[in-house]
């Protein structure tokens, strides 16, 4: 999905991550807290979320979007510590080596993953969830629904919700 935030003077940012859990009340995601979309968040808790998908279904195109608004919360690492569990062993690696958007010499970048993923592999090293790893909740107060196929006009819905604890969402049809 990608995932937009913008700082306290509104400059926005937008980068690509993984929908990690989808809880009744949001969507779950997971980053390095030392990263500019963690910095964003304590600057402008709110953020805008996007998910595409356009593929061929029997000689048709289909493209389908379904986008959020609404508010961020930090969550516990303790919440959310099956998300860490079910990691491929690459993204803990990536978690306990890298400093997202830090400039790197490559190649010592590369070798020092080489050198963890080897002691893992011996059994010396079991990567841990770094304290810099943090988990943020999107808890929508829209969310709009998008299906087109060929050359039709596409369907929108849209839902606003009155951002209460007991959701109130009011639907609608927009144009596409």
């Known amino acids: 999905m990608c995932l937009s935030t913008s700082n306290k003077e ?12 989808l809880d009744e009340d949001g969507i779950v995601v997971m980053t390095d807290g030392r990263s500019r979309k963690s910095q964003d968040l304590a600057e402008n808790p709110y953020a805008a979320a996007a ?5 061929n279904e029997d000689g048709k ?7 959020l608004e609404g508010r961020v919360e930090e969550m516990t690492q303790s919440s959310c510590q099956e998300i860490w569990e079910r990691e491929p062993l690459f993204c803990k690696i990536r978690a306990n080596i890298c400093s997202q ?46 299906y087109a196929f060929d ?6 819905l849209a839902f606003h919700g009155d951002g209460k604890q007991a959701k109130v969402w009011k639907k609608e049809r927009i144009m596409a």
Not at 51 to 55: N, P
Not at 61 to 67: A, D, E, H, L, T
Not at 119 to 143: E, I, N
Request: charged share 30%; no cysteine.
């Open 151 to 156: 050359n039709y006009i596409g369907d929108r």
């Open 101 to 146: 958007g830090v400039p790197t010499d490559w190649q010592e970048h590369k070798d020092k993953h080489d050198r963890m993923y080897q002691d893992f592999l011996a059994g010396k090293v079991d990567p841990q969830m770094p304290s810099h790893v943090v988990f943020y909740k999107v808890v929508p107060t829209f969310m709009e629904f998008y």
């Open 10 to 21: 509104g400059k926005v940012s937008s980068r690509h991550l993984l929908l990690r859990r």
């Open 51 to 55: 998910f595409l998908w356009s593929y």
């Open 61 to 67: 195109k289909i493209n389908r979007q379904v986008r």
